[in-house]
């Protein structure tokens, strides 16, 4: 599989529940960074997580990061139907340019 | 807050002409990105720029693609001789510098080849 692979490919979600997605990679990184696309648009950075760290908040985020099983997760509390978009694991080496997964596609329904 | 502006929005071209992407990066960021999206896939690095010339590039980024800051604020992409596979979305990102480690996105310009 390639270099920061999420799963699952889509979720589906009733407003208010958590929403974990999972990243997985294959290489050594420098960073790991979780970003957010709705539909159409660009991307906005979420949550970075540096390779010595294990876990890091940002609001309702909540992102972990296991560099011995070279994979990371995020989770969404308390879910709201603003949160439906895709999500993007990117993973960075020391060349500082980034590989991103395919991406998981959240629903949150209202 | 400052962003990474990228204009046009919508490009419409036929098959083999030649397009230019223009980015406006965040105005003291010192690293620059060009990344595209075929629909319904991953985001795909192309290049990466710094101190005006090419640092990194992708198998994707061959003699058909170029890029240039013709100045102080635009950052280009230029497709020559596009194909219909050219179509996508193309993002811009920009940095600022090697301590932080994020890269901030543009809104995209998708480009359809016909």
């Known amino acids: 599989s390639q270099q920061g692979e999420e799963d699952p490919q889509a979720l589906s979600i009733q407003e208010g529940e958590n929403a974990t997605m999972n990243c997985s990679y294959k290489t050594s990184i420098n960073n790991l960074q979780w970003y957010r696309q709705n539909s159409g648009r660009g991307l906005v950075h979420l949550i970075l997580i540096r390779s010595n760290e294990r876990e890091k908040h940002s609001g309702r985020l909540r992102v972990t990061l296991d560099t011995s099983k070279k994979s990371s997760s995020l989770l969404i509390t308390a879910s709201r139907a603003a949160d439906t978009a895709s999500y993007f694991c990117?993973?960075?080496?020391?060349?500082?340019?980034?590989?991103f997964g395919p991406g998981t596609r959240l629903s949150v329904l209202p | 807050e400052p962003e990474v502006t990228q204009t046009p929005s919508h490009q419409v071209t036929q098959m083999g002409q030649e397009v230019i992407l223009r980015c406006v990066p965040i105005?003291?960021?010192?690293?620059f990105y060009w990344y595209r999206q075929i629909l319904g896939q991953k985001v795909e690095f192309l290049v990466s720029?710094?101190?005006?010339?090419?640092?990194?590039k992708s198998e994707i980024f061959d003699d058909q693609f170029s890029v240039e800051r013709p100045d102080g604020s635009n950052f280009t992409l230029k497709i020559r001789s596009t194909k219909l596979e050219d179509s996508a979305m193309y993002f811009c990102?920009?940095?600022?510098?090697?301590?932080?480690?994020?890269?901030?996105f543009g809104p995209g310009t998708r480009l359809l080849v016909l």
């Open positions: 990102a920009s940095r600022q510098d090697t301590s932080q480690e994020t890269q901030y």
């Open positions: 105005s003291n960021h010192l690293y």
């Open positions: 720029f710094y101190n005006n010339e090419i640092s990194e």
């Open positions: 990117a993973t960075v080496g020391y060349g500082q340019n980034f590989v």
